[in-house]
């Protein structure tokens, strides 16, 4: 396997990891992966259509990365 394709591995697991762990801060360690999937598919489905469902979202997630709280 070359160096680009290497690096490119070690970012995916990187990001993987990550997007788990915000799983994990919204405290839904423990839920089915089908609702998980399922709580995504409807946000992404309103979030398309509604600005103002997108904005309300992310000040909820700001302020959760504000708490210092994992």
Same mark, same amino acid.
């Given at each position: 396997m070359?160096? *680009?394709?290497?690096?490119?591995?070690?970012?995916?697991?990187?990001?993987?990891?990550?997007? %788990?762990?915000?799983?994990?801060?919204a405290?839904?360690?423990?839920?089915?992966?089908?609702?998980?999937? %399922?709580?995504?598919i409807?946000?992404?489905?309103?979030?398309?259509?509604?600005?103002?469902?997108?904005?309300?979202?992310?000040?909820? %997630?700001?302020? *959760?990365?504000?708490? %210092?709280?994992?």
């Amino acid at each position: 396997m070359n160096k *680009a394709t290497q690096e490119a591995r070690r970012k995916d697991a990187r990001e993987k990891i990550e997007l %788990g762990g915000l799983i994990v801060k919204a405290g839904m360690r423990y839920e089915k992966r089908a609702l998980l999937l %399922g709580i995504l598919i409807d946000a992404s489905q309103r979030l398309r259509d509604d600005e103002s469902e997108r904005l309300r979202l992310t000040a909820i %997630g700001n302020r *959760a990365f504000g708490s %210092g709280s994992d």
